[in-house]
């Protein structure tokens, strides 16, 4: 995996060419509303963030996401594209009973047992907007062991109540999958085959993810000192832990008054997920996402006061229309009008130039006038 630095883009990659996310162009966009464009990019970008980490195990992982709530069709990726691979455009649409209703662009089908598991969960849960399964090998070895995910850090004391699940096979699999996940936990281990993290949006799904590889990782790192010689966080330690990693940032603004109303408070994983975007979109990923908090880039020496764009602007429309909505078409068009203003008001300059005549005996100086525009 070279190139690639666990939890970013490295320099080496974002000097290579990459396939851009946000590929919806033309056709294949106007057959997309708004909404699905926005989810295709986001969910697209989600593979991406877990491949670049080193989450990803081949062609075989799964992450569905639900459109909406008044319809079951949910996004899934092609069996056969590796993380590295998907773009808004390849994700394929589907129902929950696996029927496919948009093939993508790659014309490769659904994995019909992974696509079920996911499926299910959506079904039980429809406030789960999105569900990802993990085979990350931290992960795998925790749910293979029997004393299972333990509270050891933080990390797992954030995860909340996490389910277990022992698969039983086939469809009887499929029900005791629901009924152990339940009707609170986001976060299940089923045994010796990773887990499965859901969340009401992208953002949340991925968050909890991070939050699993990161405990799954430490307690494997644990266990060779021995169960007896760790301490696992008591319950008021883990209660603590888990509202702390829920709790919004503080605004750095004012109090809110009726004339300049505060901006929603950022949702869990939000803010992680937009740093992530904002850090893809630098490395030439174009990921599509439409910011909630656009930076300003700090100014030169030596420069004018105009505010440099964003890497790449979020679009929710076509890719097209992104100059049309960019900070940067004020300011190009003012330039060019700036010149042609220049350009039009400059006076003339009118210079002779004496010329010989050739080729006579009798040789006379012609004088000719030419002119010249101003500022040249």
């Known amino acids: 995996m070279m190139g690639l630095v666990r939890g970013g883009v490295s320099s080496t990659q974002s000097q290579q060419c990459v396939q851009p996310i946000a590929d919806l162009r033309g056709a294949d966009a106007s057959q997309f509303s708004k909404t699905e464009k926005m989810l295709r990019c986001k969910l ?76 299910a969960v ?23 062991l029997r004393a299972g995910l333990l509270p050891l850090t933080e990390d797992a004391a954030a995860l909340g109540a996490v389910a277990v699940h022992r698969p039983q096979g086939a469809d009887p699999e499929l029900r005791a999958l629901t009924a152990d996940l339940g009707a609170e936990s986001k976060v299940m281990m089923v045994q010796n085959a990773g887990a499965i993290c859901a969340g009401e949006t992208v953002e949340e799904a991925f968050f909890l993810l991070g939050k699993l590889v990161a405990a799954c990782e430490n307690q494997v790192r644990m266990l060779p000192l021995g169960l007896d010689n760790l301490t696992q966080l008591d319950e008021e330690e883990q209660r603590r832990a888990y509202e702390a990693a829920r709790r919004p940032p503080a605004p750095a603004t004012e109090p809110a008054s009726p004339e300049s109303p505060r901006a929603a408070p950022w949702r869990l994983g939000e803010l992680e997920f937009e740093a992530l975007m904002r850090q893809m979109d630098s490395a030439g990923y174009r990921t ?31 890719t097209d229309d992104i100059f049309k909505y960019s900070p940067m ?28 005549e050739s080729g006579s005996s009798d040789s006379k100086t012609v004088t000719k006038v030419s002119v010249v525009k101003g500022d040249q």
């Open 44 to 119: 697209a970008s989600l593979f991406r963030v877990i491949d670049m980490h080193g989450w990803a195990q081949g062609v075989h992982g799964h992450i569905t996401v639900r459109l909406n709530q008044d319809q079951d069709h949910l996004l899934v990726n092609p069996h056969g594209l590796l993380y590295s691979e998907i773009t808004a455009s390849t994700l394929i649409k589907a129902d929950l009973q696996g029927s496919v209703l948009h093939p993508g662009s790659t014309g490769l089908g659904l994995s019909a047992p992974a696509y079920a598991r996911l499926a």
């Open 122 to 144: 959506h079904a039980a849960r429809p406030e789960l907007r999105c569900v990802l399964h993990v085979q990350q090998p931290a992960v795998v070895a925790v749910s293979a």
């Open 288 to 318: 599509g996402h439409v910011y909630r908090h656009a930076l300003r880039g700090e100014l030169p020496p030596n420069q004018s006061g105009v505010e440099y764009p964003p890497a790449a602007v979020g679009y929710a429309l076509d």
């Open 329 to 356: 078409r004020k300011i190009v068009a003012g330039a060019r009008a700036g010149e042609r203003t220049r350009w039009l008001n400059s006076p003339n300059v009118y210079q002779k130039v004496e010329l010989v």
